[in-house]
C-alpha cells in the first residue's frame, strides 16, 4: 500500500497507465475518509491552455523513479468527469467518479463525503 507521506512527493511527476503510456501529471491525493487511506488522485491533462483533472483510484498503483503506475487504462481515465485546475470535486459529483471505474460507492453513515484532500 502506499502511504500519504510518500505519495506527496511524487507531486508533478507522471502518472501512466499499465502499459507505460503517460496519462497526465500528479496533481493531488485524495483519501478515503473512512479509512484515512489514499484513494484517488487527481491527473492534470489536457492542452497547456486547458488543463483540468481527472481522478484515478490508486488501488494497486504502484510508484517507479519519476512516475505513478495506475491500474487503469489510459483511454478510460481521460474520460473520466473532470473538474477546473481551481475547483473543488462537489460532494454529489463523487458517485460518478466512483461509477465510471466500476467501484461501488457508499457516502458516510451520516450522508458525509468518501473523499477528502488530506
Known sequence: ???VGD????????????DGHKIGTLEAIYVDTGTDA???????????TRHRLVFVPLDRALV??????????????KSC?????????????EV?????Y???YTPGA???RRLARP
Request: charged content about 20%; proline content about 9%.
Open 96 to 100: 460518478n467518479i466512483f461509477q465510471h
Open 81 to 93: 468527469p473532470a473538474i477546473g485546475t481551481d475547483d473543488v470535486l462537489p460532494a454529489e459529483d
Open 38 to 48: 489514499p484513494s484517488m488522485a487527481t491527473v492534470q491533462i489536457g492542452l497547456p
Open 64 to 77: 517507479g523513479p519519476g512516475y505513478v503506475k495506475v491500474a487503469y487504462d489510459k483511454a478510460l481515465v
Open 110 to 112: 451520516g450522508g458525509e
Open 1 to 3: 500500500m502506499i502511504q
Open 7 to 18: 505519495i506527496r512527493e511524487w507531486r508533478t511527476h507522471d502518472v501512466v497507465d499499465p
Open 102 to 104: 466500476g467501484l461501488a
